[in-house]
T-cell receptor, first 111, second 112 residues
């Protein structure tokens, strides 16, 4: 069966520090991968999506970047965090039929 | 205008009550529709898909009206365990890829 792993679960980082969040998927190949962010009390916002290795598209301009070095690995990064980067970051995968499966999320607090 | 709009609630209902959530979407090109459930501080999980003919899964009934661009979720005989945030979600193919657009969610609190 397919599983999605995301880590770390929580993270507290100072403003200006770098960020790296990792997501891996097991049990499937060539998945569509997504990074979402949920700010406190708000809906999920799509940040990045990827349809294959090295193929990244960004939904909104921001302080973050994403990479897909392997088929089932998706990484979210920042060189310098801002306070506004705080939120709940969720990785998700789909095989194109509409339903997504989410990882357990990383709760990031920038202080 | 938001692409997917929901009443944020909260809806506070007693056990056994029937509660209905509504949702509207703005893009008529939306192709598929879903309800997700999100527990506090957890990831969203798919509750059910929504079909034009309406569909039921136990105590949950979902309806879609494409002409009005309106989606609903009905929960009958509410349980304490139904307390969560319910996310209305539309799926569309745009810009060469498929993507889910989420509403901000409606919070439900079921009390004894």
């Amino acid at each position: 069966s397919q599983t999605i792993h995301q880590w770390p679960a929580t993270l507290v980082q100072p403003v200006g520090s770098p960020l790296s969040l990792e997501c891996t998927v097991e049990g499937t190949s060539n998945p569509n991968l997504y990074w979402y962010r949920q700010a406190a009390g708000r809906g999920l916002q799509l940040l990045f999506y990827s349809v294959g290795i090295g193929q990244i598209s960004s939904e909104v301009p921001q302080n973050l970047s994403a990479s897909r070095p392997q088929d089932r690995q998706f990484i979210l990064s920042s060189k310098k965090l801002l306070l506004s980067d705080s939120g709940f970051y969720l990785c998700a995968w789909s095989q194109g039929t509409g339903g997504y499966t989410f990882g357990s999320g990383t709760r990031l607090t920038v202080v | 205008r938001k692409e997917v709009e929901q009443d944020p609630g909260p809806f506070n209902v007693p056990e056994g009550a029937t509660v209905a959530f509504n949702c509207t979407y703005s893009n008529s090109a939306s192709q598929s529709f879903f309800w997700y459930r999100q527990d506090c501080r957890k990831e969203p999980k798919l509750l059910m898909s929504v079909y034009s003919s309406g569909n039921e899964d136990g105590r949950f009934t979902a309806q879609l009206n494409r002409a009005s661009q309106y989606i609903s979720l009905l929960i009958r005989d509410s349980k304490l365990s139904d307390s969560a945030t319910y996310l209305c979600v539309v799926w569309m193919f745009s810009g060469g890829y498929n993507k889910l657009i989420f509403g901000a969610g409606t919070r439900l609190a079921v009390h004894p």
